[in-house]
Nanobody, 120 residues
Framework: QVQLAESGGGLVQPGGSLRLSCVASGSRVTINTMEWYRQTPGSQRQLVATISRYGITNYLDSVKGRFTITRDNAKNTAYLQMNNLKLEDTAVYYC??????????????WGQGTQVAVSS
């Protein structure tokens, strides 16, 4: 099994920046795709950014040019750099990761979520 731990959320003014981190822990695992989602009350979870193990990225249209997803495979960590934050970016942000082990077990894990609040 793989556990994910997110950090870096907080309160920021419009136009500000935050950097979220997601650390995957587990023994003898390979972390494949890592993703960031966000969710507001009463809404479905929304895919914000994706990064493959080899660094191929995709973004939600509304965050393109403002958010950047990166990863450090040696640390099993993904990051989401969020710049020029807007009020509508306020949400709980979740990390997800697809993984597999050396004995061909595979799965997807989710983090517990970190709150991002953009407010003046």
């Amino acid at each position: 099994q793989v556990q994910l731990a997110e950090s870096g959320g907080g309160l920021v003014q419009p136009g500000g920046s935050l950097r979220l981190s997601c650390v995957a822990s587990g023994s003898r695992v390979t972390i494949n795709t890592m993703e960031w989602y966000r969710q507001t009350p009463g809404s479905q979870r929304q895919l914000v950014a994706t990064i493959s193990r080899y660094g191929i990225t995709n973004y939600l249209d509304s965050v393109k040019g403002r958010f950047t997803i990166t990863r450090d495979n040696a640390k099993n960590t993904a990051y989401l750099q969020m710049n020029n934050l807007k009020l509508e970016d306020t949400a709980v942000y979740y990390c997800a990761a697809d993984w597999m082990t050396g004995v061909h077990e595979a799965g997807r894990s989710w983090g517990q979520g970190t709150q991002v609040a953009v407010s003046s």
